[in-house]
Structure formats: structure tokens, C-alpha cells
């Protein structure tokens, strides 16, 4: 059966590209002196079919949602954060609110289901369930779940669409979701949780032992049932992490850059991959969190990401951080003069 997520994806402009590049060797500084910010301006230069790219417009998202396999003890932090920080984002309180703040864009904020029901005021409540079931006992989340989850994803990077963004970046907020990107990070890599898991809020040596044991616990409930990513995000994911799958899937469709914010983000965005192999081009990696088993993540997607800074708040708070780097990329392309511009020499051929 045909569903969208497997649907064509945007081509990149390779002309574009291959203009862009010839640019860069005519600007004023030795070829291949700024690193990766040359390879990044091409790049974006190809996904906005424009040799003058440009990141001005920028849509992020934060999709939040409670996790079932709190109940097993994993996190250092109760489940009624996931609500609080709802509050809080919206509030402009949390970290991400202060960078899109910072970077003059306006945050959406997605409520795919707490485990107490929420209205708040500037919140889209677009609630699936009471949170996902606990994954270390059963299925995370229904067909039909997943279904919707997806499509909140989809419909966000559709909205982005129409604000004409430049760029998207997701986010999530989940107590207990490094857990859920880890199970799924096992199962699609495979690796052994044992080098994935790492303390994610904040837990200590024997809080990361035990949330090893749930994991690997999960990880053999599941497994024969995952050979298929879809069932492994199914089984294993959240609400949060399915709309981010949905979100860049629908990105790449509608041909809208990608920033790539941590470990539950880059797990999303390994479960979209191997959905549809096609929205790689689309994904820019923002950095490399402190979390153990993002760096495997990160290996496996051939990514190179643009900090590496010690993070691991998520919320998209690394890549709100990191839309200045493109935005410089950016400005180095356009602006720069040639060296015939400038009437510098030029490196003999």
C-alpha cells in the first residue's frame, strides 16, 4: 500500500549546485578555506534552487508528549514536567523560546498528548492519547496513532510551506523520550543499548544501568516485530518523535531545508531516512549532543554536524543555535567579491 511518506521527495538543483560551487573557488580566499560553510551554501543554494541561498524565513516547531515508560523509573524528572514545560515554552520561558526570540521567528507549540489533558492559550492541542503505552510492556502507540503522529508532522512542515520558510527545524519536549530514541536507535542501527544510552535528564550511574535494563528489556520484547522502521517507530517511538518523522518526510517533499536539532531528533530523522532514503539531501545536522548514542546516529546517517558544544537540552534549542552559522554561510556566498570583483590575484590554474 502506497501512503504519502513514501511519495517522491524534491529534487535537489544539481545546475544550481554546481554554479554555487564554481562561486565559491572565485571567491576572495584560498578554495576551501571557510571549511564546512562552503559545502553548507551549496547545499543550500541546490535545496532553494538559487544561487544566492538565503535563511531568513525559519518555521520551528516543538511537538511534545507524554512516554508510558516513565512507570519504569528512567527518568530523573516526573512526568508532570512534560506539561510545566508546555507552559513554560509558550510563556517564553524555555531555552528554544528564547532563541526564536532571538532569531525573530515565531514558535509553534504541538501537543500531541500529555498525560493530563492541557488547554493552553497559544498551544495547538492536538492530543492522541494520554501519552504513548509503556514501550517495555507493549506497543508505544497504536496503527492508527501513528498514523495521526505522522501527519501532525506533515502538517507543520505544510504550514512551513506556506509561511515560505527557508528552513524548518523541529522539536521535542517528552520526560522519558531519550529512552524511546534509544529503543528505536537500537533496533534501526542495530546496536547494543548498552553504548546508546546515556543519562538524559540528568540521571546518575545507577539511573543509567537501570534505564539499560528497561531498554534491553524493550528491545527483546519488540524486536522480531521491527524489521520494518515503520513498526519499529510504531513500537518504540512517541507521539513526538513520529510527528518529526512526518515533519521532515513532508520537508523533504515539499523541498524545505532541514536543521537537525539532538539525539531524539537525529533518531527521528534515521527512522525518515530509512522510510524513505530519498529526504537525506534535505537534512543539515546541527550538532553533536552529549548524549552517548547520537554519535552512532550521526555515523550511521553519514552526517557531519556544525557544533559540537556538549548540548543536550533538545526542545531544537542546538539547531536554533546553529541557524546563525547558516545565516553567515549564507552572507560569505553572496556577498563576498570574486577575485576578478576585487581585482585580486587569483592562484594560478
Known sequence: MHEWWNGPCRQLDEGIAARAAARQDQLTKPRGALGQLEGLAVALAAMQSSERPQVERVHVTVF???????????????????????????????????????????????????????????????????????????????????????????????????RAAQLFIGGEMGIGNTTSASALAAVLLPRSPLILVGPGTGLDVNGVRHKVQVIQNAVRLHADQCAEPLEALRRLGGFEVAALVGAYLGCAQLGIPVLVDGFICSAAALCAVRLNPACRPWLIFAHRSAEPGHLAVLEALGAVPLLDLGLRLGEGSGAALAVPLLQQACALHNEMATFAEAAVSDRPA
Do not use: K, W
Open 64 to 162: 511534545a508528549a507524554d512516554h508510558g515508560v516513565v512507570e519504569e523509573g528512567v527518568s530523573a524528572y516526573p512526568q508532570s514536567v512534560t506539561g510545566q514545560m508546555l507552559r513554560n515554552f509558550v510563556a517564553g520561558g524555555a531555552a528554544l523560546s528564547v532563541l526564536a526570540r532571538r532569531l525573530a521567528t515565531p514558535l509553534e507549540v504541538i501537543d500531541l498528548g500529555t498525560v493530563e489533558p492541557l488547554q493552553l492559550e497559544g498551544v495547538s492541542h492536538q492530543r492522541l492519547g494520554p501519552g504513548t503505552a509503556n514501550l517495555a510492556r507493549e506497543a508505544a502507540m497504536s496503527a492508527e496513532q501513528l498514523r495521526l503522529a505522522l501527519a501532525a508532522g506533515r502538517n507543520s512542515a505544510e504550514r512551513a510551506a506556506q
